[in-house]
């Protein structure tokens, strides 16, 4: 049940772009993929090929320029489009609604069907951004209630007005992780507004380069009682309500392996260290009120928060995460949806049986390093002398 491999620039076929079947036929070769649609397309005649994409498939209308309302109640009714949805039997009143909502425009088909959290709801915090907004924007999207929890207000509004635009069901609450009562407030909203806490994201984290050496006790501490006390407060807020309905499921964003070293962020290492141990503690205690607890490790995910916080004290050091996409042997760098897929699962109840695990989302980048890089037949062995791939070796 693998997450979409979205893309941005929708993967379209320039050279095929001079007719509806062509198109489609271009987009429909993505089908686990971004769907681009063109504000201004060149329509012409052809059947539209036929990809058995589930009915209740969703669409997200992000990443694209913006077009006025209009524009997009005239674009819907262009050939092109009606082919499009007719094609991957896309809800017709779904697709309108967000296209005339101003919503950037694009498409993406997901794995998931539409309404997999219908009457759930959802905490996230952290989650006005990045990784966590991703997360919202899928729980969202799959029929959740969604409550974004976050340190700044102007975030939370700017998050939570794209996501409404998407049709989502959304309240934010400003809230400091660290401050119990904050927490207590954030909670109770969430009941108010959906009448139970079905699932809570423990998102929120600071992070920052720092040589051990040089770490004071303060950086130490604020990035511990962000990611490890604050991880403690939501669940210890949340989890009395899970037991009197019981059922419920608390989810932790670790990172890859922090028992593995983590250097420069040593703080960071000790605090995920310490949420990995409550994730597999909390299991154990709790499975017997039906909640489930699990982790995800999401591998080397550029966002402004994770660009900013690897630039902290390094003014020598372009804020770039392109060197790390060398070494995951899926090639390329995490995307926030990658993270948002795997949290769609693990919280379902397709995982009704998975806790206490620490799923790596990461590409590979957490499996065992090898004693050498090098292919057969490059291999040096200690006399120097070169060796020849063993045979039968691929």
């Not at 700017?158 to 069901?169: D, E, Q, S, T």
């Not at 693990?346 to 998975?354: R, T």
């Amino acid at each position: 049940m693998a997450g979409p491999d979205r893309r941005a620039d929708g993967g379209g076929d320039g050279g095929r772009r001079g007719s509806t079947a062509g198109q489609v036929g271009a987009l429909g070769r993505l089908t686990a993929g971004w769907f681009a649609v063109l504000p201004q397309p060149s329509c012409g005649s052809g059947p539209a090929p036929s990809r058995g994409i589930p009915a209740g498939t969703v669409g997200v209308c992000e990443g694209f320029p913006r077009v006025s309302s209009a524009e997009s109640r005239k674009f819907c009714s262009t050939p092109f489009v009606k082919a499009f949805r007719q094609s991957f039997s896309i809800d017709p009143e779904r697709f309108l609604r967000v296209q005339s909502c101003n919503a950037r425009v694009g498409f993406f088909m997901s794995h998931f069907v539409a309404k997999l959290y219908a009457g759930k709801s959802v905490v996230i915090t952290g989650g006005a951004s990045g990784i966590g907004y991703a997360m919202a924007r899928e729980f969202g999207l799959h029929g959740a209630g969604v409550v974004l929890a976050s340190r700044s207000g102007d975030r939370l509004d700017a998050a939570a007005r794209r996501l409404r635009a998407l049709g989502v069901r959304c309240e934010t609450a400003v809230c400091d992780v660290r401050n119990e009562d904050e927490v207590a407030r954030a909670v109770e909203l969430t009941l108010d507004h959906f009448g139970a806490v079905d699932v809570l994201v423990n998102n929120a984290a600071a992070n920052f380069w720092s040589p051990a050496e040089t770490m004071s006790a303060r950086s130490f501490r604020t990035v511990v009682d962000i990611d490890l006390l604050g991880t403690f407060h939501c669940t210890r807020a949340v989890v009395p309500h899970m037991i009197e309905q019981q059922s419920g499921v608390v989810l932790n964003i670790v990172v890859t392996d922090p028992h593995r070293g983590f250097p420069y962020f040593a703080h960071a290492a000790a605090a995920k260290a310490g949420v990995l141990g409550l994730t597999t503690t909390w299991a154990r205690e709790w499975g017997r009120h039906g909640i489930r607890v699990n982790a995800i490790a999401p591998g080397p995910t550029p966002s402004e928060g994770a660009l900013s916080g690897m630039a902290v004290g390094r003014p020598d050091l372009p804020p770039s995460f392109e060197r790390h996409a060398q070494r995951v042997p899926l090639g390329r760098l995490a995307r926030p949806e990658d993270t948002a897929a795997a949290a769609l699962f693990l919280c379902s109840d397709a995982a009704a049986y998975i806790t206490g695990v620490n799923l790596a989302v990461d590409g590979g980048v957490s499996l065992p390093v090898p004693t050498s890089e090098l292919p057969y037949g490059t291999g040096v062995p200690a006399d120097g002398a070169p060796t020849e791939a063993p045979a039968g070796s691929g």
